[in-house]
């Protein structure tokens, strides 16, 4: 019994356990197994003429855990650390073990970072993020809602939420801006026009 003094059970034998249920045990037996020659560690049936596989060069600086001593051989390039997001990877990655909590979620706030900056960048390049990768322009040129009325689609329902998601945040950030603007208007009275305790409403 479990969490009791009482000593648990313990597994049963092979013998037991082959006589109880039919077939258990049938890859015991190494002669009975295809692949056991196969299994057999061969350094000369590897075909690789190094010890140590020749190292990719570091043209920009990566991230690296403080528990490796240095690079794996090959690493990934087609993201480097850039911006303010690189600043917090390099940080999370230099600072914290990755068993510690605030590596992991320094990465993600890192990744929202990145985020903000890649919709900075597209909008500065011509790109604004809410129109071009959206689909809105294929919408017109290649009768989206022309399929998506026409055909027996399975994502009809969350298609109106998609529209939301994507059109509430920046909404929201619009409002929120016109309103810090407004605020630091500094406000004046319109000309020939005073306020004095004892006019009327």
Do not use: N
């Amino acid at each position: 019994m479990t969490y009791t003094a009482d000593k648990p059970l313990t597994a049963e034998s092979s013998a037991a356990l082959r006589a109880r249920i039919p077939g258990w045990g049938a890859d015991l037996d190494p002669r009975d197994r295809p692949s056991v020659p196969r299994e057999k560690f061969d350094p000369g049936l590897s075909g690789a003429p190094w010890d140590f596989p020749e190292r990719q060069q570091e043209r920009r600086p990566r991230e690296r855990s403080i528990e490796h001593a240095m690079l794996p051989p090959v690493f990934g390039t087609s993201c480097p650390p850039r911006g303010l997001s690189g600043v917090l990877r390099r940080f999370a990655y230099r600072r914290y073990s990755e068993a510690r909590a605030a590596h992991w979620l320094l990465l993600l706030a890192a990744d929202r970072v990145d985020v903000a900056e890649s919709r900075v960048r597209s909008a500065l390049h011509g790109h604004p993020d809410p129109v071009i990768p959206t689909g809105l322009r294929s919408e017109v040129t290649h009768h989206g809602l022309a399929s998506r009325l026409r055909r027996r689609r399975t994502d009809l329902v969350h298609q109106p939420i998609d529209v939301v998601l994507q059109a509430v945040p920046w909404v929201l950030g619009g409002v929120a801006v016109a309103a810090l603007v407004r605020r630091a208007r500094p406000r004046t009275a319109r000309p020939g026009y005073r306020f004095s305790r004892g006019s009327a409403r």
